[in-house]
């Protein structure tokens, strides 16, 4: 079973197609410049129209640099080599999600939904890690790919030698989810935790839950919920589908208890249903625990042997931008590069989590936490409270126009640096860096920071 021009013409039928049929496996590509010929998987490229490109300027880019075909809603030219794939629709995007729709229709086998406010990613790896050890061939969604074009681009590379797919939904406006839902119509459907991601958007947390509930929108009897018990915004909900419970408390189906943070590992009990396991987790970040209690609760859904779920969980588990430690060169000191993404619940974490982490000299750069709408003020300057739990700080560097906030509640006597840039905070930090230095970088995708972590990895 593999996805064919007799397919795709029958759910587009006013497309015109030149030349041979899709290859067997293949990948689409929405960035021109991405493409390298040969790659490992032929590459169509798909040319959507943006609010600042039109990826139709860019069929001959993309043909030029190697693509196999491309979709697009300009005329085939008369000199298309008769090798290449051109594809002409009225509307690409729709093309896209509504050849996605109709090929997740065909699949017989389970497919996972992952949403929640913080922990989408490292949920989605981690259960698929269990997955891969537990021998399945599985396809987890390619990087934050989560959006309605995201997941219709991954349900594509759906083949009939996959046994489980791993989709991660993420949301910032009402209305989203539910559309996410009816294209990837999960079987099995998580939400990690609720939290003030996105409330610009969205709202209270009240009003998250119900946007990230919709997740079990197209649920038949067959299918599976797992929510955090904790949190009364899920628990507290009637569900009509079977719903797993993980969490602290001793109702839950999936239980975490006796946790305990040391410098560089956390012990704790996980009890999967009767059965319980004493665990050594190489991490100082306790939000991982959240992760791991979702992907255990999901793997034990899927019928994977408690001994897999264990033995992969206290291995590392290495994703980008999340918590994710790096030896900077010339014996500079240790970084910590969590610029990924940032909320106040993820920004706690980090901080408690860096705590633990033993160095003579530790910095933090933190930059904005973005889209939390009319409260931004009230969750920057709780951070600058949170800091007296992080006694162990020696400086603060502060990133952006949001965080003096930070700096206005932070503790008195800790030293602190408020710069408007990520070049700037470069700048600050490099006088600071040495042996014994640790520095966490925290702050939402919008600041960049993520570019300062790749400055001093390679210039420090």
């Given at each position: 079973?593999?996805?064919?021009?007799?397919?795709?013409?029958?759910?587009?039928?006013?497309?015109?197609?030149?030349?041979?049929?899709?290859?067997?496996?293949?990948?689409?590509?929405?960035?021109?410049?991405?493409?390298?010929?040969?790659?490992?998987?032929?590459?169509?490229?798909?040319?959507?129209?943006?609010?600042?490109?039109?990826?139709?300027?860019?069929?001959?880019?993309?043909?030029?640099?190697?693509a196999?075909?491309?979709?697009?809603?300009?005329?085939?030219?008369?000199?298309?080599?008769?090798?290449?794939?051109?594809?002409?629709?009225?509307?690409?995007?729709?093309a896209?999600?509504?050849?996605?729709?109709?090929?997740?229709?065909?699949?017989?086998?389970?497919i996972?939904?992952?949403?929640?406010?913080?922990?989408?990613?490292?949920?989605?790896?981690?259960?698929?890690?269990?997955?891969?050890?537990?021998?399945?061939?599985?396809?987890?969604?390619?990087?934050?790919?989560?959006?309605?074009?995201?997941?219709?681009?991954?349900?594509?590379?759906?083949?009939?030698?996959?046994?489980?797919?791993?989709?991660?939904?993420?949301?910032?406006?009402?209305?989203?989810?539910a559309?996410?839902?009816?294209?990837?119509?999960?079987?099995?459907?998580?939400?990690?935790?609720?939290?003030?991601?996105h409330?610009?958007?969205?709202?209270?947390?009240?009003?998250?839950?119900?946007?990230?509930?919709?997740?079990?929108?197209?649920?038949?009897?067959?299918?599976?919920?797992?929510?955090?018990?904790?949190?009364?915004e899920l628990?507290?909900?009637?569900?009509?589908?079977?719903?797993?419970?993980?969490?602290?408390?001793?109702?839950?189906?999936?239980?975490?208890?006796?946790?305990?943070?040391?410098?560089?590992?956390?012990?704790?009990?996980?009890?999967?249903?009767?059965?319980?396991?004493?665990?050594?987790?190489?991490?100082?970040?306790?939000?991982?625990?959240?992760?791991?209690?979702?992907?255990?609760?999901?793997?034990?859904?899927?019928?994977?042997?408690?001994?897999?779920?264990?033995?992969?969980?206290q291995?590392?588990?290495?994703?980008?931008?999340?918590?994710?430690?790096?030896?900077?060169?010339?014996?500079?000191?240790?970084?910590?590069?969590?610029?990924?993404?940032?909320?106040?619940?993820?920004?706690?974490?980090?901080?408690?989590?860096?705590?633990?982490?033993?160095?003579?000299?530790?910095?933090?750069?933190?930059?904005d936490?973005?889209?939390?709408?009319?409260?931004?003020?009230?969750?920057?300057?709780?951070?600058?409270?949170?800091?007296?739990?992080?006694?162990?700080?020696?400086?603060?560097?502060?990133?952006?126009?949001?965080?003096?906030?930070?700096?206005?509640?932070?503790?008195?006597?800790?030293?602190?640096?408020?710069?408007?840039?990520?070049?700037?905070?470069?700048?600050?930090?490099?006088?600071?860096?040495?042996?014994?230095?640790?520095?966490?970088?925290?702050?939402?995708?919008?600041?960049?920071?993520?570019?300062?972590?790749?400055v001093?990895?390679?210039?420090?």
């Amino acid at each position: 079973m593999y996805l064919s021009k007799q397919f795709f013409m029958a759910i587009v039928p006013e497309a015109q197609w030149h030349g041979p049929d899709f290859p067997e496996n293949f990948q689409l590509v929405v960035d021109s410049r991405t493409i390298t010929a040969p790659n490992d998987l032929p590459q169509l490229f798909v040319a959507l129209k943006g609010a600042c490109h039109d990826g139709n300027s860019f069929v001959q880019d993309a043909l030029t640099r190697g693509a196999c075909g491309v979709i697009t809603t300009n005329n085939i030219p008369k000199d298309i080599p008769a090798q290449s794939i051109y594809i002409t629709v009225p509307d690409v995007l729709d093309a896209v999600v509504s050849v996605a729709k109709a090929w997740r229709a065909r699949i017989p086998f389970p497919i996972v939904g992952i949403t929640g406010s913080v922990g989408k990613t490292s949920t989605k790896q981690l259960l698929g890690d269990i997955l891969k050890n537990a021998g399945k061939r599985v396809l987890i969604a390619q990087g934050n790919q989560n959006t309605a074009l995201g997941i219709s681009l991954n349900l594509w590379r759906l083949r009939q030698d996959h046994e489980v797919a791993l989709f991660e939904m993420g949301i910032s406006k009402k209305g989203e989810m539910a559309r996410m839902a009816d294209i990837v119509r999960p079987t099995l459907a998580m939400i990690t935790y609720i939290g003030h991601s996105h409330s610009e958007g969205l709202g209270s947390c009240l009003d998250v839950a119900v946007e990230k509930r919709a997740i079990f929108s197209y649920f038949d009897e067959r299918a599976i919920g797992i929510i955090q018990g904790d949190q009364p915004e899920l628990s507290a909900n009637a569900y009509s589908h079977p719903i797993i419970k993980f969490g602290k408390k001793m109702t839950h189906q999936i239980q975490l208890r006796k946790v305990v943070v040391n410098s560089d590992h956390i012990t704790c009990v996980l009890k999967i249903y009767h059965e319980k396991y004493s665990l050594s987790v190489p991490t100082t970040n306790t939000a991982f625990l959240n992760c791991m209690l979702a992907a255990s609760a999901a793997a034990h859904a899927l019928g994977i042997k408690h001994q897999v779920i264990i033995d992969t969980v206290q291995r590392p588990l290495i994703v980008a931008g999340r918590f994710e430690k790096k030896v900077l060169p010339s014996n500079l000191g240790m970084l910590i590069h969590d610029a990924y993404n940032a909320s106040p619940e993820s920004m706690k974490s980090a901080l408690l989590a860096f705590e633990k982490i033993e160095a003579k000299n530790k910095v933090a750069i933190l930059g904005d936490m973005l889209e939390l709408g009319d409260s931004s003020g009230f969750w920057h300057r709780q951070i600058g409270r949170f800091l007296k739990k992080v006694p162990s700080l020696s400086q603060l560097i502060l990133v952006g126009t949001q965080v003096n906030g930070i700096q206005k509640t932070a503790p008195l006597g800790l030293s602190c640096i408020l710069v408007s840039t990520w070049q700037e905070a470069v700048a600050a930090v490099r006088p600071l860096l040495g042996a014994d230095t640790a520095v966490l970088v925290k702050a939402s995708r919008g600041i960049a920071l993520n570019k300062l972590v790749d400055v001093l990895e390679k210039n420090s």
